[in-house]
């Protein structure tokens, strides 16, 4: 079993900054295809930016030029730089696996937009 766990969400003015960070209970980080997620209320889970093995990196169009997904294989962890934070970025923020049978869910890390 893998445990997942996301922190660095909090409350933020719109404009505002977060960073995200995802660390994994095993170094199997490196070796996956990872995502960060987000769940608003009333809506369904979202691959907002995925990052592949070797670096690459997609985004959906909502957060393009404004989110940045990064990786430290050295660290086991996965960030997501946020910038320019929209009240519609409001959302609980998980990571996990991208394009894959994704791993038990942790309890993600909520991020509030809100001036």
């Known amino acids: 079993q893998v445990q997942l766990v996301e922190s660095g969400g909090g409350l933020v003015q719109p404009g505002g900054s977060l960073r995200l960070s995802c660390t994994a209970s095993?170094?199997?980080?490196?070796?996956?295809?990872m995502c960060w997620y987000r769940q608003a209320p009333g809506q369904e889970r979202e691959c907002v930016a995925g990052i592949s093995i070797d670096g690459r990196a997609e985004y959906v169009d909502s957060v393009k030029g404004r989110f940045t997904i990064s990786r430290d294989n050295a660290k086991n962890t996965v960030y997501l730089q946020m910038n320019s934070l929209k009240p519609e970025d409001t959302a609980v923020y998980y990571c996990?696996?991208?394009?894959?049978?994704?791993?038990?869910w942790g309890q993600g890390t909520q991020v509030t937009v809100s001036s």
């Open positions: 095993r170094t199997i980080l490196s070796i996956n295809d």
């Open positions: 996990n696996t991208w394009r894959a049978r994704p791993w038990d």
